[in-house]
């Protein structure tokens, strides 16, 4: 099994790779706020701690940079 697609991101790792903001981030996994992101990687929540899975990040970010490009 390939241990980088079971990589799991901090919050701070995720704000760093996407360029977003906390508070962003979080609007963007609210189905309540107005800058809701369907497609954005839902969290993982290991008790108390919350991480994002890498590979449906980086697949988050490449979705975009396909659509920008159409």
């Known amino acids: 099994m390939n241990t980088s697609s ?9 704000m760093q790779l996407t360029g ?3 508070s962003s ?11 809701y992101d369907p497609q954005f990687p839902k969290p ?3 008790g108390h ?9 980086d697949s988050w970010i ?3 940079i396909e659509n920008r490009n159409q």
């Open 6 to 14: 079971l990589k799991c991101l901090t919050l701070k790792e995720l």
């Open 20 to 22: 977003i903001s906390r």
């Open 25 to 35: 981030i979080y609007d963007r996994i609210n189905p309540r706020s107005k800058r």
């Open 44 to 46: 993982i929540k290991f």
């Open 49 to 57: 701690l919350t991480r994002w899975h890498l590979s449906e990040v």
């Open 62 to 64: 490449k979705s975009k």
